[in-house]
């Protein structure tokens, strides 16, 4: 158990309002929109637009954002300003081929120059706290510089200097993906750097209230970030900090119906579209996980597109193996 801070990491097609929401009631203490693309803030692209939808219940609230230029990151920070989130966050790790290999997101890791005119740009042009997210490095043949100092402490130490006001840092390489296990030592490493005076954020396949106390006190980061854990499990945080959480498989599943209803609202009302974005939860939550003979439910709750199926299979769900799981 932990009493520290926990944040819900920024998630694409996942971080929308209606899970940022239920996460914060369960406790997270900040939550993150997906990333957004600059240059499509700038071109005032609908799609886009409609992911600075942020509301006060959910505060404190960041904004994400990624792009390559730095006048286009200045414009949509301003942009992002005007939809007055807490924190606008820069987006310096994601891998993708989309986005790295356009020079954007973690492929700045190979631009370090860049990535520091991109901040200053960003800082200079907004009042509000602007944050950063990245990774250890680019590979790991580019983890420590010739000295001997870890690439990732003297990036922050730069990042620090551009004017950020926090570093959020997963600990894998961008070659790595989300492959092998995330390495924290590095992260303790710059958390201890005396240099870094910012609060430092660590991440990476931190799932369980054992693993985050083990993260605090091991590496003493002021705030740890969970993506993957949450799915199909927003009560994570309150499990971690000790707080009241569903524990009976009817209360769990009462959560996730919530859930596709929210799910359904975001995407306007569309119900098989809500439904297929719930997906991802229904597929990775703990509470469909280890029951027996499950097989054939599984496949049908994946299949499912109308809420009266969605429900009904969780109801049988909850009928046929909640007694053991009460
Ligand atoms: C489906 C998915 C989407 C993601 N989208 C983003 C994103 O938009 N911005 C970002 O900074 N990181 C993104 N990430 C990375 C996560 O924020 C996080 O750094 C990573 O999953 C490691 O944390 P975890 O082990 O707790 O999941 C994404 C990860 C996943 C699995």
């Known amino acids: 158990m932990t009493?520290?801070?926990?944040?819900?990491?920024?998630?694409?097609?996942?971080?929308?309002?209606?899970?940022?929401?239920?996460?914060?009631r369960y406790g997270a203490d900040r939550v993150y929109t997906e990333f957004v693309n600059a240059d499509a803030l700038v071109r005032d692209i609908a799609s886009t637009t409609r992911k600075l939808t942020i509301h006060d219940e959910e505060r404190p609230v960041a904004i994400q954002i990624y792009g390559r230029e730095p006048?286009?990151?200045?414009?949509?920070?301003?942009?992002?300003?005007?939809?007055?989130?807490?924190?606008?966050?820069i987006n310096f790790g994601c891998p993708v081929k989309k986005v790295a290999g356009k020079g954007a997101g973690a492929g700045l890791l190979k631009d370090v120059p860049?990535?520091?005119?991109?901040?200053?740009?960003?800082?200079?042009?907004?009042?509000?706290?602007?944050?950063?997210?990245?990774?250890?490095?680019?590979?790991?043949?580019?983890l420590y510089l010739p000295d001997g100092t870890p690439f990732i402490?003297?990036?922050?130490?730069?990042?620090?200097?551009?004017?950020?006001?926090?570093?959020?840092?997963?600990?894998?390489?961008?070659?790595?993906?989300?492959?092998?296990?995330?390495?924290?030592?590095?992260?303790?490493e710059v958390k201890n750097c005396p240099r870094i005076r910012i609060p430092i954020i660590g991440n990476g396949d931190v799932t369980t209230p054992e693993r985050a106390k083990e993260c605090f006190e091991r590496y003493g980061v002021d705030a740890i970030m969970i993506g993957r854990a949450t799915f199909g499990c927003?009560?994570?945080?309150?499990?971690?900090?000790?707080?009241?959480?569903?524990?009976t498989m009817?209360?769990?599943?009462?959560?996730l119906k919530e859930h596709v209803l929210a799910a359904i609202e975001w995407c306007?009302?569309?119900?098989?579209?809500g439904i297929v974005h719930s997906r991802r939860h229904f597929a990775a939550s703990p509470v469909f996980k280890g029951l027996a003979d499950f097989k054939q439910t599984r496949i049908a709750l994946l299949r499912a597109e109308t809420l009266a199926e969605v429900f009904a299979i969780m109801d049988e769900i909850v009928a046929k193996w909640g007694a053991n799981n009460e």
């Open 268 to 273: 306007g009302s569309d119900e098989r579209k």
């Open 153 to 188: 402490v003297d990036l922050a130490e730069r990042l620090q200097d551009c004017g950020i006001q926090e570093l959020a840092i997963h600990g894998r390489t961008r070659s790595q993906m989300y492959r092998g296990e995330a390495d924290w030592t590095l992260i303790g």
């Open 234 to 247: 927003p009560w994570l945080f309150a499990e971690m900090k000790g707080l009241p959480a569903p524990q």
């Open 71 to 89: 006048e286009a990151m200045a414009d949509a920070a301003r942009i992002v300003e005007q939809a007055h989130p807490d924190f606008i966050d």
């Open 3 to 24: 009493n520290h801070q926990l944040y819900l990491a920024p998630m694409e097609d996942v971080t929308d309002p209606a899970f940022r929401m239920l996460c914060k």
């Open 250 to 255: 009817t209360e769990k599943v009462a959560v």
């Open 114 to 142: 860049k990535m520091l005119e991109i901040t200053r740009a960003v800082v200079n042009a907004v009042h509000t706290p602007v944050t950063a997210k990245t990774r250890l490095g680019w590979d790991e043949n580019s």
